[in-house]
């Protein structure tokens, strides 16, 4: 069913720690999603209590050392542009069990 939802795209870059503090990231990839403005209290990756600012759904995981923009964007660098870091995930299952997509929180 998510997949009917997911009618907007957003751009994804990978990211891993570079070991001195940053991160490199891959080139951009484009997604389909449904991208919910909205903010709320979780808990993230790190454990801290955070204040999310969006909501994501996708049809495919992501890493959450990446980082997320709203739209398409050919940038190499996703610090360049108004993206988001990945603060948590999770598995969105339908009744019969099967994994149908994925919520993330930025």
Do not use: F
Not at 52 to 58: E, P, W
Not at 72 to 92: F, K, Q, R, T, W
């Amino acid at each position: 069913m998510i997949k009917y939802a997911c009618t907007e795209t957003c751009t994804y870059w990978a990211g891993t720690p570079d070991g001195e503090g940053g991160r490199t990231y891959t080139p951009p990839r484009y997604m389909r999603c449904r991208w919910e403005q909205k903010q709320r209290v979780i808990r993230a990756k790190d454990g801290r209590e955070v204040v999310s600012q969006a909501r994501v759904y996708l049809l495919e995981p992501v890493d959450l050392e990446g980082r997320l923009h709203r739209g398409s964007s050919g940038a190499s660098n996703p610090n360049s542009v108004d993206s988001y870091e990945l603060l948590a995930m999770e598995e969105l299952q339908g009744l019969d069990g099967a994994v149908e997509g994925y919520v993330v929180w930025l």
